[in-house]
């Protein structure tokens, strides 16, 4: 299934718990649409959330994110990975 790293810009001084809570979020609704939310990162001081998934498709990703209440800025599909 591919993969995608997706960006939430909006987020300004997320804590810990507030990343916990979005990601948990994502993860009660992911099979919904068959994503599988792998892992999110965040950056309290630019407000960026990235978030690594494996979903058909970009456009599935988005929907859970939508139901979440977090929907994500940019969504990439990385299929070349090290």
Same mark, same amino acid.
């Given at each position: 299934m591919p993969e995608f790293m997706d960006v939430h810009r909006t987020m300004p001084? $997320? /804590?810990?718990? +507030?990343l916990t809570?979005?990601?948990? +979020? #994502?993860? +009660?609704i992911q099979? #919904?649409?068959?994503v599988?939310?792998?892992h999110a990162w965040a #950056?309290?001081? /630019?407000?960026?959330?990235f978030c690594l998934s494996e979903a058909p498709d970009a456009e599935a990703v988005q929907?859970?994110?939508?139901r979440a209440g977090?929907? +994500?800025?940019?969504?990439?599909? $990385?299929?070349?990975q090290a």
């Open positions: 001084g $997320v /804590t810990p718990e +507030a809570e979005a990601h948990n +979020a #994502d993860l +009660a099979a #919904d649409e068959q599988n939310f792998k #950056d309290p001081e /630019t407000g960026m959330i929907k859970i994110h939508q977090h929907p +994500a800025d940019n969504i990439y599909q $990385v299929p070349i």
